[in-house]
């Protein structure tokens, strides 16, 4: 609900915004929110928002977490919103979500403001490229920023569960083109079967669907568009861009190709990993190739460092940090931050009856077996001095676990017999594939909870037209 009083000054134009200045004040409407999560833990790492003002002009913007706590404001994508004080710095790294050179970054003291909508803010702009477009500039330009596409929805079928590796998950392929030239998409999970939805609801056909901040992958040496966590797909959407383009369409005399009959194919079962005792393992270590993967199941009988149990790792490579002069230094980016990611690491002692073993359990087990973080100890119990090993984790000792282990190019050179537990596991290898306990879930919103704890399961969020995205920060 917006606010009751918009604050009658003039604002600043988005296009005029630059680095001199933190004193900024805009009008602009959130188009799309996201969350950037690290890929292998699901840590949140910063909230993401496409903004647009009155001038059709967008900017990216980005908040970390803390941030977002500190402001205390609730967000939603589709809101219009006053922005005052805040930080505009270059555009840097790939996959950027508009071609604009600069973004903004809030700040602690960042004022948001929620407002009525503005009929003069349009509520979308997409910086579109068509099918025909693409060629090998555009195989070049997706090194650099995320994509906008549109297009006819061709060879269409609903989508379907296939096995992977992690069990039975929804994809979803068609053809998107522009009466020449023809590029494949394809789509996993929540997404998928959103997309499908609203594609059998639509009543004018063919369809036409803008991919809103895509990537551009290749699949068997194939063009092809893949979704991001930023991905909106927009099915007909009541714009201008989208009549003239079926318009011209129409004058050329395009057809929708019938749908090509094929037949009905059983994909084979993922391999299945391979589950091998300790002593099999040490004692065969050469047969193995580096970054194999396999299944142990073994007892916790004891914690071998129980004063080193965290660590500063990097945002990107998760090695761990120095310390230089206030900052923290990654040596294998190379890149500095201004904190550093608090991460499990505990060094346990493996026994499985046959042999026992040192191993390293990551943060991303560590999570799940003691269902908390190294933040939430930490601010639970910020009399005890940081080294000092919670009993939550000290409880872990004497469990059973199933964990998958990823093998170095020291163990299979036969150097070390210290195994790093890439993930916890569930179930029996008997009979049946083992379960992770990662699961793929939807993000539909930023609850205070979910900032609090910093750990989400990320699945690529479905379009905005049937799902509100909100960063929520109770006051």
Known sequence: MAESSEVNAMFDHLADLEKSRTDWKIKAWVTRLWPTNNAESGVVKGFN???????????????????WK????????????????????????????????????FLNSTKIQAVEEDIMIPK???????????????????LMRMLNVMGMI??????????????ERETLRFKLSDGRVVLG????????????????SEKKKPVVAIIASSKLTTFRQELQIGALPS????????????????????????????????????????????????????????SFSEKNTVMVTFKISDIEDKENWWYYACQSCHEELEKVDRKYKCTV???????????FQLLVLADDNSFASTVVLTDRVVKRLAKTTVTNLMNSSKE???????????????????????????????????????????????????????PITKFPSFEQSQTDDYVVCLETPTSSDSVSKKIKMEP
């Open 333 to 343: 980016c190379p890149r500095s931050f201004s904190y550093g990611e608090k991460r």
């Open 124 to 142: 979308h702009k997409f910086e579109i490229m068509e099918v025909g477009d693409f060629s090998n500039k555009v195989v070049s330009l997706r």
């Open 231 to 286: 991905t909106r797909i927009y099915l007909n959407l009541n714009i201008e861009a989208v009549e003239v383009f079926r318009k011209r369409l129409e004058e050329e005399g395009y057809k929708s190709p019938a749908a090509p009959i094929r037949p009905t194919i059983t994909p084979p079962p993922a391999s299945p990993l391979l589950m091998f005792s300790l002593k099999h393992l040490t004692e065969n270590l050469t």
């Open 49 to 67: 928002l496409i903004l647009l003002d009155n001038d059709n002009y967008h900017l990216h913007a980005y908040v970390y977490p803390d941030t």
């Open 384 to 438: 005890a001095p940081n080294s000092e090993m919670p009993p939550v984790l000290r409880n872990i000792v004497g469990k059973t676990v199933t964990v998958k282990i990823s093998l170095s190019k020291s163990n299979v050179a036969g150097d070390s017999n210290i195994y790093k537990v890439v993930d916890l596991c569930e179930g029996s290898v008997s009979g049946k594939k083992v379960a992770e306990y990662s």
């Open 70 to 105: 500190a402001i205390g404001k609730d967000v939603k994508e589709g809101g219009v919103y006053i922005f005052e004080g805040f930080q505009v710095r270059d555009t840097y790294g790939r996959l950027r979500p508009v071609s604009t050179n600069i973004d903004l970054r």
């Open 154 to 167: 061709e060879e269409w079928e609903p989508a379907s569960r296939v096995p992977t590796r992690y069990g």
């Open 185 to 200: 998409v394809c789509l996993w999970g929540e997404l998928a079967v959103t997309v499908s939805n609203e594609y059998e």
